[in-house]
């Protein structure tokens, strides 16, 4: 019977011996590796070229065998690896069929908002808020979390990075309701406390794994991931201009448009603003950050007043320019 030996072998302190047996290859291929040091692209590549040539003849093979289970999971689990390694291909008509079919626009509360947006936040996208501090980001977002869990039945994940998040006023915003109903809703949101990129990481890991086993089983899950704010996480990492920080802002924003167009997330962050040319502001993080939001929203308190111009910055349907009125409520 044919079978797959890959074992990695730490002997002594000084080699780390990684073997592998491939089927109808040679019996034995050894790598060693002195402690320290990666193990050679060889190596990947020849375990990567195996598994893409011989995985479907093994998967038949599987197929023949009635006691063969755990090997029939295990080249599953192969598969699924190699899917999310080697994406297919996806034409128009079906990304026009998963926009029609599970992308929807969860209105954020605000009729001038929506409006402004093309009918609100839209699952798939990640939009961004940018806006001095007072400018009611962190209103919006309280707002579209209340919104989306009491009229949209959907789950929200509120990641509060500065102590923003207040139970109170999505009550508020919800209305006169039964404590039933009230008690519901408060519990479709759940609360996150994270200060640091690392912790943010982790916990979009988990969110995704969690995503994926609801969708499996067919479940509802999280509609509304909300990050406020995204930019007091990634500031401090990119101070020293290192490459470090600037490769994990890019890790994990391009963590954040995955988990919003596979598992139909609308994603919704906050950024402050620096000063642009001829003393206009303009969002924070850079050109490299840039890219990452689908929709980009500038906030500016006019002064002296409860209002703000809201205008748009980016976005995929609507030219920018176009902006409406947002009352902030103290």
Known sequence: MPFIYLHLHVGGARHCRVKARFIRW?????????????IPSSFCSAVEDFLLHD????????EEQPSSERLRQGVDQVFAIIDTIHQPWINGMELLEDAQKNKRALS?????????????????????????????????????????????????????TGNSFSPKRIAHFIGQVDQKVLRTVMNSIVCH??????????????????????MCKGDG????????SISSLI??????????????????????????????????????????NRGTIKPALGESWKTIPHTRLLFFRVCGSNTCDVSILKHPYVASGKAAKFTIHD
């Not at 200060?195 to 995704?208: K, N, Q, V």
């Not at 899950?221 to 406020?228: E, N």
């Not at 802002?249 to 642009?276: F, Q, R």
């Open 108 to 160: 954020t509360g605000c009729e001038r908002i929506d409006s402004l947006l093309n009918g609100g936040l839209h699952e798939g996208h990640v939009t961004e808020l940018a806006g001095p501090s007072s400018s009611g980001k962190t209103q919006l977002c309280l707002l579209a979390a209340a919104n989306v869990a009491y009229q949209h039945k959907g789950g929200v994940t509120y990641v509060d």
């Open 26 to 38: 040679s019996p034995v291929t050894i790598y060693s590796v002195k402690k320290g040091h990666r």
């Open 55 to 62: 995985l479907h003849a093994l998967a038949a093979h599987a």
């Open 221 to 228: 899950g999280v509609s509304l991931l909300i990050i406020d």
């Open 235 to 276: 500031t401090p990492i990119l101070g020293s201009n290192s490459p470090q920080g600037r490769a994990l802002m890019i890790s994990t924003g391009s963590l954040l448009k995955k988990l919003a167009h596979e598992y139909n997330i609308a994603v919704l962050v906050t950024n402050h603003t620096v000063g642009g």
């Open 193 to 214: 406390r994270v200060y640091d990129i690392f912790t943010l990481l982790a916990m979009l890991h988990e969110l995704e794994f969690r995503r994926k086993s609801q």
